[in-house]
Nanobody, 124 residues
Framework: QVQLVESGGGQVQRGKSLTLSCTAS????????MSWFRRFPGKDREFVGA????????NFDDSVKGRFSMSRDRAKKIGYLHMNNLQPGDTAVYLC?????????????????WGVGTQVTVTL
């Protein structure tokens, strides 16, 4: 069983940067995929990005490519979502998802493990 806890959310001004953390507990293998989704008010979760724990390879939604990146600290079992040039349209609850099974697609919401989310608010 894997548990995920997000942190680092908050309120920032437009154009600023913010880094979110997702701390995992339990057994994490190289096949693990850690993902980030966001949920806008009244809508379902939308894919942001994902990282393969072993290789560090990442995959992002087109809406954040060039602005967001991901990294991980394997020893500490923490994944990071680095968000640059934030805009009011990025305001959402950001959730961390995880899957111990090898994945070839990343944008589906069928991750077995989820955190509760952290709020990111971007002001003008």
């Amino acid at each position: 069983q894997v548990q995920l806890v997000e942190s680092g959310g908050g309120q920032v001004q437009r154009g600023k940067s913010l880094t979110l953390s997702c701390t995992a507990s339990g057994l994490i293998f190289s096949s693990f995929t850690m993902s980030w989704f966001r949920r806008f008010p009244g809508k379902d979760r939308e894919f942001v990005g994902a990282i393969n724990w072993g290789s560090g390879n990442t995959n992002f939604d087109d809406s954040v490519k060039g602005r967001f990146s991901m990294s991980r600290d394997r020893a500490k079992k923490i994944g990071y979502l680095h968000m640059n040039n934030l805009q009011p349209g990025d305001t959402a609850v950001y959730l961390c998802g995880g899957d111990s099974r090898p994945r070839t697609t990343f944008s589906g919401t069928d991750y077995p493990y989820w955190g509760v989310g952290t709020q990111v608010t971007v002001t003008l």
